[in-house]
Nanobody, 124 residues
Framework: QVQLVESGGGLVQAGGSLKLSCAAS????????MGWFRQAPGKEREFVGA????????VYADSVKGRFTISRDNAKNTVYLQMNSLKPEDTAVYYC?????????????????WGQGTQVTVSS
């Protein structure tokens, strides 16, 4: 069994920064990719970005490219989402997910495990 626990959400003013963490436990993630998604009220879960555990390759949604950065600490089994220049439209519950296929990394249906989510609210 795999457990993912997100932390680091909160309330921030537009233009500010937050760093989310996703701690993984329960099994080896060497063959997995980790993705960040977000879901605002009344909207579908939206891809934010993802990282491969091996090699650290990353991919981002156009809406966050240049503002958000994903990194990982293999020793801690933790993935981070650094969010800078936040906008009110970034307000959502942010989820991390564990998946096994980089080919479908933007599709939340292809992820095997999810954390409980952490709320990010950006005020204008």
């Amino acid at each position: 069994q795999v457990q993912l626990v997100e932390s680091g959400g909160g309330l921030v003013q537009a233009g500010g920064s937050l760093k989310l963490s996703c701690a993984a436990s329960g099994r080896t993630f060497s063959s997995y990719c980790m993705g960040w998604f977000r879901q605002a009220p009344g909207k579908e879960r939206e891809f934010v970005g993802a990282i491969r555990w091996n090699g650290g390759r990353t991919v981002y949604a156009d809406s966050v490219k240049g503002r958000f950065t994903i990194s990982r600490d293999n020793a801690k089994n933790t993935v981070y989402l650094q969010m800078n220049s936040l906008k009110p439209e970034d307000t959502a519950v942010y989820y991390c997910g564990g998946g096994s296929s980089w080919s479908y990394v933007t599709n939340f249906h292809e992820y095997d495990y999810w954390g409980q989510g952490t709320q990010v609210t950006v005020s204008s």
